[in-house]
């Protein structure tokens, strides 16, 4: 039976918008709005949207960084369930990372990379002197293909792909079960891109991770994950294994994402769908959030908002998919 790890209860992530001398609260930002998934040991999900879609916040949600508006966010450890709003034992804390796009930003600049990688390692207490650690270090800066010695340089004397890598290894170094990864490679020349995706390939198997694995290129998301979850606007608009929602999209904006890399051929595409702007996260269009630029979009996708339902073995939040757009095209007849 697969061992479910993450549980993403009715999340909800909303910030504030303040204005004024007073800093008011004159409105949201819905980045999360009411989103449920389920993460098994070992399973390796992509997490795809373009910017605004709320991907990030659920990545930072995941790993602590962000507190639910509401809805929880449980974690399965040892045979203990925790909420990771709380305040959370230290071993079990540093078995969910994350890992940033930019890598210089989650390294201090002026410390040495021994002295940023072994805080975390003092403060857990598992080794019993300082050339342990750096032993322990060494061998996995070898294992993601650079040098021992590296420990002792500064952050500055790395390429970007170098410093991922260090990244990588502050993440394996705490015993992580969980790693966030959030456009791990996009700041990297494309060159070094897909080093560090095959590097992380063998990282997963080795140390028997799970992976939520956070891009906007559909490719690379396909690459990393056997499960893809699309976002729009802080919605789920689809979910399906990675293979059959390549093969066939049935969300709008999951074939819209899929037409800036491939041909598509489904169903549905016969109409051209037009890339253009999302809307602002501020001013969510009503019923499906996806309508404005939806060249599908009917009299009821103004009105109600499409749940997220099993469509042929794919969950989809579309009016195309129900019984309802049969109604409402006999009325519009
Ligand atoms: Fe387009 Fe309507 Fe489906 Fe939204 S619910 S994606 S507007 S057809």
Redesign the pocket.
């Known amino acids: 039976m697969d061992e479910n790890l993450i549980n993403v209860d009715n999340l909800k992530v909303y910030f504030p918008i303040r204005r004024g001398i007073f800093l008011q609260t004159v409105g949201y930002i819905k980045a999360i709005d009411d989103i449920n998934i389920k993460i098994n040991k070992n399973e390796n999900i992509s997490v795809v949207g373009e910017s605004g879609s709320g991907k990030t916040t659920l990545g930072k949600s995941i790993v602590g960084l962000i507190k639910p508006t509401s809805g929880k966010i449980l974690y399965s450890f040892n045979g203990k369930t925790f909420d990771m709003s709380k305040q959370l034992p230290i071993d079990v804390r540093q078995s969910i990372q994350m890992i940033f796009q930019d890598p210089f930003s989650s390294l201090n600049p002026r410390l040495k990379i021994i002295d940023t990688l072994k805080e975390p390692l003092e403060i857990r207490g598992s080794f019993r002197s300082k050339k342990e650690i750096a032993d322990y270090l060494g061998e996995l800066l070898e294992k993601v293909g650079l040098k021992r010695e590296y420990l002792y340089r500064y952050p500055h004397e790395f390429s970007g792909g170098q410093r991922q890598r260090i990244s990588i290894v502050r993440a394996i170094s705490m015993k992580s079960k969980i790693i966030v990864l959030d456009e791990p490679t996009s700041s990297l020349d494309v060159s070094v891109q897909s080093q560090v995706l095959n590097l992380l390939q063998d990282i997963k198997k080795e140390y028997d991770l799970t992976y939520i694995f956070i891009t906007h290129n559909i490719s690379v998301a396909k690459y990393m994950g056997q499960k893809i979850i699309v976002m729009y606007l802080g919605k789920i ?1 689809e979910i399906n294994d990675a293979d059959k929602l390549i093969d066939k999209p049935f ?3 999951t074939q819209l994402l899929l037409s800036t890399v491939v041909e598509i051929k489904s169903e549905h595409v016969e109409k051209e769908i037009k890339i253009g702007e999302p809307p602002s996260p501020v001013n969510i269009p009503s ?5 404005t630029r ?5 009299e ?3 009105k109600k908002e ?1 749940p997220l339902r099993e469509y042929e073995g794919s969950l989809v ?5 129900s019984n309802e ?1 049969k109604e409402v095209s006999v009325n519009n007849s």
């Open positions: 608009v969300h709008p904006y019923g499906c959030r996806f309508r939806c060249p599908f979009a009917m009821i996708c103004a499409p939040a579309c009016h195309l998919y757009k």
